[in-house]
């Protein structure tokens, strides 16, 4: 079964900037035609938070969480088959695992909800 994989992630100051990308694990699978979500698990934390969600094409909506709004930006590029994260203003609570994980068409707020979950990226925010 197809999986999305998550990279970009890094060390970074805070007030820094981080994109990251999430690709299928099957280079045919066409990204546009899947709603994506970002996730983030914290350090200690078992929950998956939602920080952002981007429908399928043809809907174009998305979804940011209130704790990232306008610092964090979800979007596609199409021509790389890719989702990409694009974090600026990165504050210490932004570190955390990132994943990224699909729904279906339309995005869900609920882990749950999503699937074809893979590898994660690490994304540390420290002075």
């Known amino acids: 079964q197809p999986q999305f994989l998550a990279s970009g992630g890094g060390l970074v100051q805070p007030g820094g900037s981080l994109t990251l990308s999430c690709v299928a694990s099957?280079?045919?699978?066409?990204?546009?035609?899947?709603?994506i979500g970002w996730f983030r698990q914290a350090p200690g934390r078992e929950r998956l938070e939602l920080v952002a969600?981007?429908?399928?094409?043809?809907?174009?909506?998305?979804y940011h969480a209130d704790s990232v709004l306008g610092r964090f930006t979800i979007s596609r590029d199409n021509a790389k088959n890719t989702v990409n994260l694009q974090m600026n203003s990165l504050k210490s609570e932004d570190t955390a695992v990132y994943y990224c994980?699909?729904?279906?068409?339309?995005?869900?707020?609920?882990?749950?909800?999503?699937?074809?979950w893979g590898q994660g990226t690490q994304v540390t925010v420290s002075s």
């Open positions: 969600c981007i429908s399928q094409s043809g809907g174009g909506s998305t």
């Open positions: 994980a699909t729904s279906g068409a339309t995005c869900y707020s609920d882990a749950e909800d999503f699937g074809s």
């Open positions: 099957v280079s045919r699978l066409n990204l546009e035609n899947f709603a």
